[in-house]
């Protein structure tokens, strides 16, 4: 048992009435996932409306069941958490995702919030935590655990590009960092876009050296940063 399914396992409150607020779980570790299920039994004001072990499970069975929040994971067997969010957010603009996982990194953070998820916890929080989310979201909310807050803010306090001297970049060089901020690796950006896997990596090779960083959550971050500096809608994940 890991200590993240063990501090969900020794801090259920007593079962309390079934609420309005249906909450969907879509996780592939089963032990967390049945954690989740019963924290959320277990808690006065929510219920548990389904709970999913892969994307393409929850794609079948969400829109069917249309709860309020989803406690997504990103790093799901076949479809990413991040894909499935996007999806979902598509066919259900108007219910709350909370991303749950164990990821902290820029790339995956900016991704997230960029497919649609209005909330992103690591699976270190507490139950309570992530009780108190849910309620969060359903009163309009963005709730993120403190470090992933942290990152945030000092990504968009992070000094601009110097305005010149740095190589603009090639329509080409654009797409293929677009899809990097959507999760996408390199295989699948060259199959979008009807490239050789081997292109890919020498358009990546281009990128880095135009924006000064060494890898694909450096030029995520500082490509959603800089969007997000000159375009407003950039500035607060979708809801």
Same mark, same amino acid.
């Given at each position: 048992m =890991? @200590?993240?399914?063990? =501090?969900?396992? +020794?801090?259920?409150? *007593?079962?309390?009435? !079934?609420?309005?607020?249906? /909450?969907? !779980?879509v996780e592939d570790s089963a032990a967390m996932r049945r954690n989740l299920e019963r924290l959320l039994e277990r808690s006065p004001g929510v219920r548990c409306?389904?709970?999913?072990?892969?994307?393409?499970?929850?794609?079948?069975?969400?829109?069917?069941?249309?709860?309020? /929040? /989803?406690? &997504?994971?990103?790093?799901?067997?076949?479809?990413?958490?991040? +894909?499935? =969010?996007?999806?979902?957010?598509?066919?259900? *603009? @108007? &219910?709350? /995702?909370? &991303?749950?996982t164990v990821? +902290?990194?820029s790339t995956s953070i900016f991704s997230a919030l960029k497919a649609g998820a209005c909330g992103y916890l690591l699976?270190?929080? @507490? *139950?309570? +935590?992530i009780l108190d989310a849910v309620t969060t979201v359903c009163a309009g909310g963005a709730p993120m655990t403190s470090e992933i807050a942290r990152k945030i803010v000092m990504t968009f306090q992070?000094? *601009?590009?110097?305005?010149?001297?740095?190589?603009?970049?090639?329509?080409?060089?654009?797409?293929?960092?677009?899809l990097l901020s959507q999760g996408k690796g390199s295989k699948e950006i060259a199959d979008q876009l009807s490239i050789s896997y081997h292109t890919v990596r020498v358009h990546l090779k281009h990128i880095y050296e135009k924006l000064h960083v060494r890898s694909r959550a450096e030029a995520t971050a500082k490509y959603m940063a800089e969007r997000g500096g000159h375009n407003p809608d950039h500035r607060h994940p979708p809801g």
């Open positions: =890991t @200590a993240d399914t063990q =501090t969900l396992q +020794e801090s259920f409150s *007593p079962s309390g009435p !079934v609420g309005s607020t249906s /909450v969907a !779980v409306a389904c709970a999913c072990d892969s994307g393409e499970q929850a794609l079948l069975q969400i829109p069917l069941i249309k709860p309020d /929040v /989803v406690l &997504m994971d990103i790093n799901l067997p076949g479809l990413s958490g991040i +894909e499935c =969010t996007a999806r979902l957010k598509l066919l259900l *603009p @108007a &219910m709350q /995702v909370i &991303m749950l990821y +902290e990194d699976k270190r929080a @507490a *139950p309570a +935590e992070s000094p *601009p590009p110097a305005a010149s001297g740095a190589a603009p970049l090639s329509s080409r060089e654009l797409e293929i960092l677009e």
